[in-house]
């Protein structure tokens, strides 16, 4: 019986090398350009560097001065200023705690003597003038504002306390609260709501958030916004229930929903 074969028919073997050794040239002939190209990169960049290296040379200088100066006035200058300004501030602290266990004119004089210092020691008023931008210096603008809101000294507590910058859980609050006092107590209950309210969302614990509320609650009732003051008085029933102003919180709550 005769075979028969087609014409043209190669094997499927010498096709299979074929198109290995054509992708084999094209992978040769992709790296070979790859590596063309990072020569010329390369040839381009030494070339920048040449023409720029007294730039480039006196910009790391200038870097390295800075990083150097930084160094040096963090020790040299502002770690003994600071160490320095807390030390003076010992000195009307003393005097402050003492106002705070006393009363009436003894009161108002520790005070006095907190904010003005004597006997060549700086007080209150001096430290946050002379140590402005230390930690001790920003601390004394708070002492400072609270020891004239204890002396019905308004306007000055407000100025200081409003220099005063914390994120401490405590303090931060206290500061904004204290301003609220301030303005409620020459009759600008606008001002103390937005102090309030700011106390209030300074920070989250179960000390300041609740008083401050509690305060927002009660001078929006003053103003006539009673929505507002029933929102105050809810949030400390929902998550202050158990402390001083949650207790008795649902006869406010009811003052401000049967006022509306």
Not at 99 to 116: I, K, P, Q, W
Not at 145 to 170: P, Q
Not at 236 to 251: A, L, M
């Amino acid at each position: 019986m005769a075979t028969y074969k087609k014409r043209g028919y190669k094997p499927k073997k010498e096709k299979v090398v074929k198109e290995v050794e054509e992708t084999f040239d094209e992978g040769q002939s992709t790296t070979a350009e790859v590596f063309n190209n990072l020569d010329e990169a390369v040839n381009k960049s030494e070339e920048w560097i040449e023409k720029n290296n007294k730039p480039l040379f006196y910009g790391l200088v200038a870097i390295a001065v800075i990083i150097l100066g930084y160094l040096a006035y963090t020790k040299y200058v502002a770690e003994p200023t600071e160490r320095q300004a807390s030390n003076e501030l010992a000195y009307p602290r003393n005097f402050f705690d003492q106002a705070g266990t006393s009363a009436g004119v003894a009161a108002d004089s520790l005070y006095n003597l907190g904010l003005e210092g004597g006997d060549g020691k700086y007080g209150f008023v001096d430290i946050a003038e002379s140590f402005s931008g230390t930690k001790a210096g920003n601390l004394a603008n708070y002492y400072a504002g609270i020891s004239y809101l204890k002396m019905k000294k308004y306007s000055e507590a407000i100025e200081y306390l409003s220099n005063f910058e914390s994120d401490d859980e405590i303090l931060g609050p206290t500061a904004l609260g204290a301003i609220g006092d301030a303005f409620a107590d020459i009759n600008q209950s606008k001002e103390a709501l937005e102090f309030y309210e700011k106390a209030a969302n300074k920070t989250n614990n179960e000390f300041t958030t609740p008083l401050f509320l509690f305060k927002a609650g009660q001078t929006a009732m003053e103003l006539k916004e009673y929505s507002k003051a029933e929102s105050f008085f809810t949030k400390i029933k929902d998550q202050y229930s158990k402390t001083d102003q949650g207790r008795d919180i649902e006869k406010y709550i009811n003052s401000a929903k049967y006022a509306q």
